[in-house]
């Protein structure tokens, strides 16, 4: 029994220093712009395991640049289309994971009246919309993997909540424009404006930052489908939001 506890104490110790170790890394963020995140190197490895190994068309790109070398358009954009309350919540915003707790009740229950209305067609699994805010996105991307568990979900909010602390809000908007995915091994605002729109970050227009911000729920899925009548409507509805959007 007294092993047992010892090994215990050993595992929460071990997991303080790795909290401890993410927010020195955080702190460091202050001045030093990370090279790369936890989600660049997990793709990295995928790529590097074969599962895109012969397709020629692949390729890694991805380009730092600072706050002043990113469209304000891009901005007003992301924050219209992904986080709404950016400026004002303290890095998890309530009421948007209750919006998206409702509404995936809803679609769970509208799916299973599908299934009853046709038992003979293979079910098909309702999208999950999500309530992350920008914050909460940076931490998953900058230093968590993918793994969609109770105990990362936990990692993820004290790491949001030390970003909130220790870098201000133009700098958290700074490193997820940078960082974020906008199609396969496409990584930032730089990357993603010349590779769309073979122009720099700086120069994109109100409507080609509204179409970058619209992809980002799912680059690799917009990037093989840009003539999306989806993709065109939501672009005008971001564009018609961005007037109102307070930039940190």
Known sequence: MRGLGRWLLWLFLAGVALQLFFVARIALMVAVDPASTAFMRSEAWRVAGGSLQG??????????????????YLKRAVIASEDAGFVDHRGVDWSAIEGAWQKNERRQQQAEKRAARQPAQPAREPRIVGGSTITQQLAKNLLLSGERQLFRKGQELLLTLALEALLDKRRILEIYLNSVEWGEGVFGAEAA?????N?????????????????LPS????????????LARRTGTIVARMGAVALP
Not at 193 to 197: D, L
Not at 200 to 207: D, E, F, G, T, Y
Not at 219 to 230: C, I, L, M, N, V
């Open 219 to 230: 680059p690799k899925f917009f990037e093989t489908r840009q003539g999306s009548a989806y």
């Open 199 to 215: 122009k720099p970050a700086s120069k994109l227009s109100p409507s080609e930052a509204a179409r970058l911000a619209v992809m």
């Open 193 to 197: 404006s010349q590779r769309y729109f």
């Open 55 to 72: 397709d020629k068309a692949w390729r890694w790109s991805h380009q730092w640049v600072d706050d002043a070398q990113i469209s304000p």
